[in-house]
């Protein structure tokens, strides 16, 4: 696998993989500019089938943000990925599938439109965040963790601009915010306007409110270009 070769401390072929990366990235960055209009980049377990709660919730939510004039990105996989991208395609939008090549070989689902497997995951996590309006989280494992920390923690430095992060279900999120309150905001980790960065919600209608309430004022704050002058 290219990462772990990448990884490999042994492994001196920099030339080569600084070209495969480089590579990567332009291939992605091209990606994220096919899909034109705004997009929203839904995570969660590849492990849940098509009568899970969490599929089901992911497919209504992909379907309403696609009918909100929102594309649909996800990791491309199965379980909740494969969700929200059938629930794009349901809702007439655009169903974006950024995979990843694991031992496994996870493939991508059969609801993606626009879709590119990566090598690398840190190519393939940047171009979640270069594309998203908003990021919706739900229930998953370590990967799922890895994208809504990293997300907190690109807001946090000021890495990227502040946009929503919306947790969905309550039930299954709240003893991690619990600790997160608990612990690192009491211990001084984290200042309180950090644990306002995510929104936690069991109803799909809020999730897309919360995203469209950020995006609609982030474009008002976009100054309109000057209109050039005249040629002379």
């Known amino acids: 696998m290219e990462d772990r070769r990448v990884l490999d401390r042994r492994d001196g072929d920099l030339a080569q993989h600084v070209e495969g990366i480089a590579d990567e990235f332009r ?11 705004p997009a929203v980049t ?13 599929y089901v919730q992911a497919r209504l939510v992909g379907r309403l943000l696609a009918e909100a004039g929102f594309a649909v990105v996800t990791g491309g996989g199965p379980g909740v990925m494969e969700a929200a991208n059938r629930g794009a395609r349901e809702g007439g939008g655009l169903s974006v599938g950024f995979n990843i090549e694991l031992p496994h ?3 991508l689902n059969p609801y993606v ?5 990566f090598k690398h995951f ?18 998953g494992g370590f990967g799922t963790l890895d994208e809504l ?20 279900e309550e039930s299954y999120w709240r003893p991690l915010l619990d600790w997160i309150r608990g612990r690192l905001l009491v211990d001084g980790m984290i200042s309180p306007e950090d644990v306002d960065l995510v929104t936690v919600t069991d109803d799909p209608q809020q999730v897309v409110r919360t995203i469209l309430e950020c ?12 209109e050039k002058a005249d040629a002379q």
């Open 27 to 37: 291939e992605g960055f091209v990606a994220v500019e096919r899909i034109g209009g």
């Open 42 to 54: 839904v995570f969660g377990s590849a492990r849940v089938g098509e009568d899970h709660p969490a």
């Open 105 to 107: 070989e996870q493939s």
């Open 113 to 117: 439109e626009l879709g590119l497997t």
């Open 122 to 139: 840190y190519a393939r996590k940047t171009m979640f965040v270069k594309a998203a309006e908003g990021f919706v989280i739900f229930p």
């Open 149 to 168: 920390f990293e997300s907190l923690t690109l807001i946090q430095t000021g890495k990227v601009l502040h946009f929503p992060v919306v947790l969905f």
């Open 215 to 226: 995006y609609d004022r982030r474009c008002a704050e976009i100054p309109a270009e000057p």
